[in-house]
């Protein structure tokens, strides 16, 4: 059983900063890739971040330039550093994993945790 845990989360003003960190634990084959995602209330979930096993990453035009996402040596942790925070990043985020046994591919989803900026 896959594990994802997230923390970082937490109240900040515009233009401040927040770390986000999720680690996976338990039993999968490899990781294919790793990112963060965001649901703001009423609308969709959407991508914020990416990272591949190969490191390559992708971001929301929305955060380019102000977040980034990060992985440890062991790649089973990622990080979503995130600079110059705006009143519109205001959501939750998820991290999402994605397992690959060559064949298939499976969806693995943190609890998310709350993001609030404001004054």
């Known amino acids: 059983q896959v594990q994802l845990v997230e923390s970082g989360g937490g109240l900040v003003q515009p233009g401040g900063s927040l770390r986000l960190s999720c680690a996976a634990s338990g039993n999968f084959f490899s990781i294919y890739a790793m990112g963060w995602y965001r649901q703001a209330p009423g609308k969709q979930r959407e991508l914020v971040a990416g990272i591949t096993s190969s490191g390559s990453t992708n971001y929301a035009d929305s955060v380019k330039g102000r977040f980034t996402i990060s992985r440890d040596n062991a790649k089973t942790t990622v990080y979503l550093q995130m600079n110059s925070l705006k009143p519109e990043d205001t959501a939750v985020y998820y991290c999402?994993?994605?397992?690959?046994?060559?064949?298939?591919?499976?969806?693995?989803w943190g609890q998310g945790t709350q993001v609030t900026v404001s004054s």
């Open positions: 999402k994993m994605i397992e690959s046994d060559y064949v298939h591919q499976y969806d693995y």
